[in-house]
């Protein structure tokens, strides 16, 4: 069987809002393409459902929120992004609804985004693992809110509070898909990309014993060059387009 090579992502762009639901979701793959797409003076902002305040067993949600922001907050700039928000939708328990589509279409009009980056919103990762309903919810609403965001009759309410309609998105690239169609080089970007998941030390340390590095780049490694099995052999991070 001849596997299907993937597509160069557009170069086209200057601005991109991700959006995801917990802190560390862009680090697990996302962030050597951020880190390379920064390099070359593009802008980058993120924007959070939560605080991941749920994520660690031993820690209760009050001390977990406040250091998991703290951790994201430095994994960020590790790859060149200063901009991030929180929507406070609570963690577990993010829902599907015009509430979080509002919250998401608001910021894709503050940050005016030509290029919006999700995590997989589908049920599965591959078939093979069951996937979480905060994904779910804000992977899907991400990809509605993209269209919300342009449309003056939706949610008017953010026009009142000064927020234009803006119909520029062109792109919403999903992370995470079983069914990738374009990639981007990782090259570039890994070294900084492991540094940025290691900034997750709390929540990596609460995951697995491994030492955290060893984990951090076999993970990130491993994956990237699966990827680049479909991108002329360069190690890179796959994403799902789907053009507007």
Known sequence: MTTTQLQPMPDDWRRALAVVAHPDDLEYGCSAAIAAWTDEGREVAYVLATRGEAGIDTL????????????QRA???????SAVEFLD????????GTALRRDIAAAIRRHRPELVI????RDTWGGVAWNTP???????????????????????????QGLQPWDGVRWVAVAGS????????????????????LE???YIEALTDEDP?????????????????RFGGKPAVAFELFPR
Not at 178 to 197: C, I, K, N, Q, Y
């Open 178 to 197: 079983s069914t990738p169609t374009h990639a981007a080089d990782a090259t570039s970007g890994m070294e900084r990309a492991v540094r940025s998941l």
């Open 200 to 202: 997750h030390r709390t």
């Open 60 to 71: 209760e949600p009050e001390r977990c929120g406040p250091l998991r922001e703290r951790e």
């Open 75 to 81: 994994s960020a700039a590790v790859v060149g992004v």
């Open 118 to 121: 999700t995590l997989n919103h």
């Open 213 to 229: 590095e060893t984990y951090v780049r076999g993970f990130l490694t491993r994956h990237a060059g699966a990827t680049g099995e």
């Open 89 to 96: 939708h609570r963690d577990g328990v993010v829902e599907y």
């Open 134 to 160: 905060d994904h779910v919810a804000v992977g899907r609403a991400t990809l509605d809110a993209a269209g919300d965001a342009g449309n003056r009759w939706i949610f008017p309410e953010l026009t009142e």
